[in-house]
């Protein structure tokens, strides 16, 4: 029976280290804010992206561990989300909440 996780860890290499983020699994309200936040609706009809900034909010809100990065001397955690680099969060973000699959079967 499948069960749905407690976290979701995801690893990203950064040149010949792996960096791991750890995130609580997003609440189907936070998920459907996320998803209707990446895109603003204006006058006339025009549509305004803001994707970069709605992942990287995403990712400060799920984010509950870091493994193997710091900032100097200092190690990183959740505490210093406004450490880790907004590309990173993009990514991590698109890939894991975005750009992901399920196989249906009928």
Do not use: Y
């Not at 100097?72 to 990173?88: C, F, Q, S, Y």
């Amino acid at each position: 029976m499948a069960q749905i996780p407690k976290s979701l860890t995801i690893t990203l290499v950064v040149g010949d280290e792996e960096v791991t983020f750890q995130f609580r699994p997003p609440t189907n309200p936070e998920l459907n804010h996320f998803l209707e936040s990446r895109f603003d609706i204006g006058r006339h009809g025009k549509v305004k992206g803001r994707a970069l900034q709605a992942r990287i909010d995403f990712f400060d809100l799920l984010l509950i561990g870091v493994d193997n990065l710091n900032d100097g001397d200092d190690p990183i955690t959740p505490a210093h989300v406004d450490r880790i680099p907004m590309n990173w969060k993009n990514d991590v973000i698109f890939r894991c909440f975005e750009d992901n699959e399920v196989d249906v079967k009928n």
